[in-house]
């Protein structure tokens, strides 16, 4: 019993220290994100790494979500004699949940990965501790641009998401399964609201500071050689995985 | 002149340095010599401010740099330079990039002025023609060499050098050891170096200390190093296994 309290204890000790040096982390590079100077050419290369080498990843991952949605939707709809609302129904759950979910779980996955490794590599070849040498703060150099380019390209890339989702759903709907061109667009225009589109794009901006956090986290605390680089960016993704789905469920519930 | 006073530092349970006393006078190529592990490294990292220690002070001239933080400790670094075990350098800058790095982050200089000092750096360096390449393409000596070039570049009042010539063969050790005096000669910094290599750097340094569980042990000439009647020391300098040094 006692054993089960120390571990209980060792747990939660464990879990505080590594919750609080996440908070602190997260403080410092909101902190730095003001001081200036703005690391312009960082910023330009991150968005481009986040951004720009996701989208055919987006593209192709956001046209197949909408075709599967307006599939199921449509068979679901079909038993209530409801065809006309599949523009709705694939509009609406691209523009609420699915587009700002699986966009953000998919650039997790490929640039979330790619940057807790290359912060990890950077650490234990002591790049890091050379630029804190050189007088300059890692945290703002490093970190700080990834987080700006993150805010800039989630919403972006979930943006993309849903437009070609949409157009995934009408090629399946419209052209594959019958359902009338001009219900499908004129049905989700008239159900879909403005303050759906800004929730799902504040749902995008928070995931993008969680990823950006998380990943950055791991990777800036890397240790233990290349093993430790490995269970980093594993626990990076999982980590950021997790916590997406999680903070959408908070979301989604005052939103 | 760098003074360190009664350090002390420990990573949870293992304790590094216990009470670490150091004078090193400014011009000298003071060199610390010791097995692997004791905490040399550690040592060199504590002068410049990426580790804390537990207790004592490092001075540097009139500035205690242990409890400075933010602008003040930048200020301090700003004097200084440091060559890594592995160099260091930045993977995706080309090696023009990797010694442009400090002035370009930290002067207001105009990119004709920063091409012209870089080439002065790498030409000193024996790299001359090789600024287009990443560091992946070069040898170790060679990115040694670069990581030389780009801790001289913005002019430091201190170098460190944490291990130069682990790893290389014994042509390249002597060449990175020559190269270090012919800068030394030129530039006139301060230089602390941790090394391995025995016998050879006793014929670059000025001062040598050694470095034994936590503690200097012997601190003199290369002369009086060699000389000495310290079993610690004679065991050391002679590489053998057997005497008061455990071979773990």
């Given at each position: 019993m006692l054993t089960l309290a120390r571990i209980s204890a060792w747990i939660t000790s464990r879990f505080l220290h590594e919750t609080g040096k996440m908070g602190i982390f997260l403080a410092s590079v909101l902190l730095h994100l003001f001081v200036p100077p703005l690391q312009l050419n960082q910023l330009i290369r991150r968005i481009d790494f986040i951004g720009a080498r996701s989208l055919l990843l987006i593209i192709f991952t956001g046209a197949f979500t909408g075709m599967v949605v307006a599939f199921q939707g449509y068979t679901a709809l079909r038993r209530f004699g409801g065809e006309a609302f599949l523009g709705p129904g694939v509009g609406l759950s691209l523009i609420r949940e699915l587009g700002p979910v699986l966009s953000a779980l998919m650039i997790t996955g490929r640039a979330g990965s790619a940057l807790t490794a290359e912060l990890g590599i950077m650490r234990i070849s002591e790049q890091i501790d050379a630029l804190e040498v050189m007088a300059l703060n890692p945290i703002k150099y490093l970190v700080g641009p990834i987080l700006l380019a993150a805010i800039i390209t989630f919403p972006l890339l979930n943006a993309v998401f849903v437009v070609v989702g949409i157009y995934g759903g009408y090629l399946v709907g419209v052209q594959l399964l019958g359902v009338s061109a001009g219900s499908y667009f004129t049905q989700m225009s008239s159900a879909v609201t403005l303050d759906d589109i800004w929730g799902g794009l504040y749902k995008s901006l928070s995931f993008g500071v969680i990823v950006a956090w998380v990943c950055c986290f791991k990777g800036f605390y890397a240790a233990r050689g290349a093993e430790g680089v490995s269970h980093a960016t594993t626990q990076a993704v999982v980590m950021s995985s997790v916590l997406i789905l999680v903070w959408d469920y908070f979301l989604t519930s005052i939103l | 002149m760098i003074r360190v006073v009664n350090l002390h530092k420990a990573f949870g349970s293992q304790r590094v340095l216990a009470g670490v006393n150091l004078a090193i006078p400014t011009g000298s190529i003071y060199t610390i010599i010791g097995q692997?592990?004791?905490?040399k490294s550690c040592l060199l990292k504590l002068l410049i401010g990426l580790l804390r220690p537990d207790v004592g002070e490092v001075w540097v001239d009139d500035t205690e740099v242990s409890h400075l933080r933010g602008r003040a400790l930048n200020q301090v670094r700003a004097r200084f330079g440091m060559l890594f075990q592995g160099g260091?350098?930045?993977?995706?800058?080309?090696v023009y990039d990797n010694v442009a790095f400090p002035l370009r982050e930290k002067t207001r200089l105009r990119e004709t002025v920063i091409r012209e000092k870089v080439h002065e750096r790498l030409i000193q360096v024996g790299l001359?023609?090789?600024?287009?390449?990443?560091?992946?393409?070069?040898s170790g000596g060679m990115r040694k060499r670069v990581a030389m070039a780009r801790a001289l570049v913005s002019e430091p009042e201190f170098l460190l050098f944490d291990e130069p010539t682990t790893g290389l063969d014994p042509i390249r050790v002597n060449s990175i050891h020559k190269l270090i005096h012919d800068l030394h000669s030129m530039l006139h910094f301060t230089a602390v170096i941790v090394s391995h290599e025995i016998p050879e750097i006793f014929s670059l340094a000025t001062q040598v200390a050694m470095l034994h569980e936590g503690s200097i042990v012997a601190v003199g000439t290369p002369a009086a190093i060699q000389s000495s009647t310290n079993p610690l020391v004679q065991q050391f300098i002679q590489g053998r296994s057997d005497g008061p040094i455990e071979a773990n």
């Amino acid at each position: 019993m006692l054993t089960l309290a120390r571990i209980s204890a060792w747990i939660t000790s464990r879990f505080l220290h590594e919750t609080g040096k996440m908070g602190i982390f997260l403080a410092s590079v909101l902190l730095h994100l003001f001081v200036p100077p703005l690391q312009l050419n960082q910023l330009i290369r991150r968005i481009d790494f986040i951004g720009a080498r996701s989208l055919l990843l987006i593209i192709f991952t956001g046209a197949f979500t909408g075709m599967v949605v307006a599939f199921q939707g449509y068979t679901a709809l079909r038993r209530f004699g409801g065809e006309a609302f599949l523009g709705p129904g694939v509009g609406l759950s691209l523009i609420r949940e699915l587009g700002p979910v699986l966009s953000a779980l998919m650039i997790t996955g490929r640039a979330g990965s790619a940057l807790t490794a290359e912060l990890g590599i950077m650490r234990i070849s002591e790049q890091i501790d050379a630029l804190e040498v050189m007088a300059l703060n890692p945290i703002k150099y490093l970190v700080g641009p990834i987080l700006l380019a993150a805010i800039i390209t989630f919403p972006l890339l979930n943006a993309v998401f849903v437009v070609v989702g949409i157009y995934g759903g009408y090629l399946v709907g419209v052209q594959l399964l019958g359902v009338s061109a001009g219900s499908y667009f004129t049905q989700m225009s008239s159900a879909v609201t403005l303050d759906d589109i800004w929730g799902g794009l504040y749902k995008s901006l928070s995931f993008g500071v969680i990823v950006a956090w998380v990943c950055c986290f791991k990777g800036f605390y890397a240790a233990r050689g290349a093993e430790g680089v490995s269970h980093a960016t594993t626990q990076a993704v999982v980590m950021s995985s997790v916590l997406i789905l999680v903070w959408d469920y908070f979301l989604t519930s005052i939103l | 002149m760098i003074r360190v006073v009664n350090l002390h530092k420990a990573f949870g349970s293992q304790r590094v340095l216990a009470g670490v006393n150091l004078a090193i006078p400014t011009g000298s190529i003071y060199t610390i010599i010791g097995q692997s592990g004791v905490g040399k490294s550690c040592l060199l990292k504590l002068l410049i401010g990426l580790l804390r220690p537990d207790v004592g002070e490092v001075w540097v001239d009139d500035t205690e740099v242990s409890h400075l933080r933010g602008r003040a400790l930048n200020q301090v670094r700003a004097r200084f330079g440091m060559l890594f075990q592995g160099g260091a350098l930045f993977d995706s800058l080309s090696v023009y990039d990797n010694v442009a790095f400090p002035l370009r982050e930290k002067t207001r200089l105009r990119e004709t002025v920063i091409r012209e000092k870089v080439h002065e750096r790498l030409i000193q360096v024996g790299l001359a023609g090789v600024e287009g390449k990443f560091p992946a393409e070069l040898s170790g000596g060679m990115r040694k060499r670069v990581a030389m070039a780009r801790a001289l570049v913005s002019e430091p009042e201190f170098l460190l050098f944490d291990e130069p010539t682990t790893g290389l063969d014994p042509i390249r050790v002597n060449s990175i050891h020559k190269l270090i005096h012919d800068l030394h000669s030129m530039l006139h910094f301060t230089a602390v170096i941790v090394s391995h290599e025995i016998p050879e750097i006793f014929s670059l340094a000025t001062q040598v200390a050694m470095l034994h569980e936590g503690s200097i042990v012997a601190v003199g000439t290369p002369a009086a190093i060699q000389s000495s009647t310290n079993p610690l020391v004679q065991q050391f300098i002679q590489g053998r296994s057997d005497g008061p040094i455990e071979a773990n």
